[in-house]
């Protein structure tokens, strides 16, 4: 379980939140958008990197590599053993997420799995071994909504995030990936705001190249940018999994509207008994409680949800969270 940490103040918050939206942000364009110094965004930001309070990555998207399956995972197990369960999925290179949930004896993972072989290994060797687990279900995400990508806690306005977020080329015609491609993407997984020099010499190219296809994947959303922080730490004290039925035929529209809203973090489609999941970060019960009245109650095609309480994120983003294990 992560320990209790200390919110962050005003202005460290409201840079942590740029970092959220825009990971590679320039100091510079923080400071210009935040209406304070470069000096104090560097002196502010910088601990914060360092101590690991802000982890910068990169995500794959699984529609540009066609080997991955992304497979969500609501594991059962006994309670006196979850910890070390999770911990266990936390380490494994191939999760993206993994969160304890409701009462303690469940655990919900996302993975990328390295095709077929990878998915049934675990599904049908892995899972079955652990004398801990108790059950499973499975859930491949067919369809994750982008425009959750720049969530950023509610604590930026819409002109900021608009000033923050960087003009990227159109996206081009889709080719196949080179090697070139394939290393910087690596480098920015293990530091997603890793320059440009530091790229190219993992690269073997140019910085100039460096930068051009790192723009290319992405405007084309090859990857995606990411910034990973301890919520709690912004002064959000509650998190949820909403697992929701929606008629077929408003599935995009639904799953569009709810990835835009601030209090979202992620929105997929899922096969499944449930249709789409949702992750939710709100300040407080009440706030969960007025997002699922006021946001879900107003929406068409919903007919069924399940809510599920987030008891402590353990890995987000690829990124196993400091003081979790």
């Not at 991955?68 to 059962?76: D, E, F, K, V």
């Not at 530091?191 to 140019?206: E, I, K, P, V």
């Amino acid at each position: 379980m992560a320990k209790a940490s200390h919110s962050l103040s005003e202005t460290d918050s409201r840079i942590a939140a740029a970092m959220l939206a825009s990971p590679r942000a320039s100091w510079r364009t923080v400071g210009r958008v935040l209406d304070i110094s470069e000096r104090t965004v560097v002196r502010r930001a910088a601990p914060l990197f360092h101590d690991r309070t802000l982890r910068a990555t990169a995500v794959r998207n699984p529609v540009w590599f066609p080997d991955l399956i992304p497979l969500a995972l609501r594991i059962r197990c006994r309670p006196n053993q979850i910890s070390a369960i999770a911990a266990t999925l936390a380490r494994r290179p191939d999760t993206v997420w993994v969160d304890i949930l409701g009462g303690g004896d469940e655990i919900c993972t996302i993975l990328f799995l390295d095709g077929p072989d990878a998915r049934n290994s675990l599904l049908l060797r892995d899972l079955p071994a652990t004398p801990a687990v108790q059950s499973w279900t499975s859930h491949i995400l067919i369809r994750v909504f982008p425009a959750a990508f720049d969530w950023s806690g509610g604590l930026l306005t819409e002109a900021e995030l608009t000033s923050l977020r960087p003009e990227l080329p159109a996206p081009a015609a889709r080719s196949a990936l080179q090697p070139l491609d394939h290393a910087l993407i690596t480098t920015l997984v293990e530091d997603g705001r890793a320059s440009y020099a530091d790229l190219a010499r993992r690269a073997d190219t140019t910085a100039l190249t460096a930068r051009r296809r790192l723009e290319t994947l992405v405007g084309n959303q090859v990857v995606r940018l990411a910034t990973e922080v301890d919520l709690a730490r912004l002064g959000i004290r509650t998190e949820a999994l909403l697992w929701i039925t929606v008629a077929p035929g408003g599935l995009e529209e639904t799953g569009r509207r709810l990835s835009r809203h601030p209090q979202v973090r992620f929105a997929s489609a899922t096969t499944g008994s449930a249709n789409l999941l949702v992750a939710v970060a709100a300040a407080d019960l009440n706030a969960l409680y007025h997002f699922l009245s006021d946001t879900i109650g107003a929406l068409p095609h919903v007919s069924t949800i399940e809510v599920t309480p987030i008891l402590s994120g353990v890995k987000r983003t690829g990124l196993v969270r400091p003081g979790s294990l």
